[in-house]
Nanobody, 125 residues
Framework: QLQLVESGGGLVQAGGSLRLSCAAS????????MGWFRQAPGKEREIVAA????????YYADSVKGRFTISRDNAKNTVYLQMSSLKPEDTAVYSC??????????????????WGQGTQVTVSS
């Protein structure tokens, strides 16, 4: 089973930046499309960004477009989420997720098979 471990969360002031990492282990990383999700207190979990197996196709929620960048390094079995111009409303637990797929070019906004434990991101005003 694929195991996912997030890191890089923390406390940052509004306007600041953070880079989240999600390291995969236990299985070959390449067959998986990846996604980042977040859940704020009292709210449902929402997708933030997604990336295809190849890394060529990406998706961003409207709320983070132009501020967040998802990327992956298949040689390092790691997916990243670079977050810039952070806002207090970005405060949430951020989790990465993996979905096994035969497609190298599709990203997914749902149907994920494996999840990490999450990392807290807090943006102060």
């Amino acid at each position: 089973q694929l195991q996912l471990v997030e890191s890089g969360g923390g406390l940052v002031q509004a306007g600041g930046s953070l880079r989240l990492s999600c390291a995969a282990s236990g299985r070959t990383f390449n067959p998986y499309a990846m996604g980042w999700f977040r859940q704020a207190p009292g709210k449902e979990r929402e997708i933030v960004a997604a990336i295809s197996r190849s890394g060529d196709s990406t998706y961003y929620a409207d709320s983070v477009k132009g501020r967040f960048t998802i990327s992956r390094d298949n040689a390092k079995n790691t997916v990243y989420l670079q977050m810039s111009s952070l806002k207090p409303e970005d405060t949430a637990v951020y989790s990465c997720a993996a979905r096994r797929t035969l497609s190298s070019s599709n990203y997914y906004t749902g149907g994920y098979d494996a999840w990490g434990q999450g990392t807290q991101v807090t943006v102060s005003s």
